[in-house]
């Protein structure tokens, strides 16, 4: 099977395991609507207003999320977990953002390697 990612705008019209990766549970979104909410894997506060407030480049933004990420136990065994579901279903990974970039395409690069 395999990884993909995707807005939470199209959530109800994805077929597999549909995993939530924002820091914050969306409005208008039931319980339902995901399979899984992983938090951790979404930036810090203070990583996403950096980039929002636009004080970094996307170079900056990956460098530290990546930094953020790989040092903490906690998310490296949940991207375990979603390679290990990725390999038997297919998997969206899933936030409030509509295009590129977003944190989800650097958890994309990072998930393979866990």
């Known amino acids: 099977m395999v990884l993909k990612e995707g807005s939470i705008k199209n959530a109800n019209n994805l ?5 939530l990766v924002t820091r914050y549970w969306p409005r208008g979104h039931k319980k339902e609507d995901f399979d899984y909410w992983f938090r951790e894997l979404a930036p810090s506060i203070h990583l996403f207003k950096d980039w929002k407030g636009k004080k970094i480049t996307w170079k900056e933004y990956e ?16 991207m375990k977990e979603i390679k290990q579901l990725s390999e038997k279903k297919d998997v969206f990974l899933l936030c409030q953002e509509t295009k590129y970039p ?11 390697n866990s």
């Open 63 to 78: 460098r530290r999320f990546k930094e953020e990420k790989l040092r903490n136990p906690e998310v490296i065994e949940r």
């Open 15 to 19: 077929n597999g395991v549909k995993i």
């Open 102 to 112: 977003c944190h989800r395409y650097i958890l994309m690069e990072l998930i393979p």
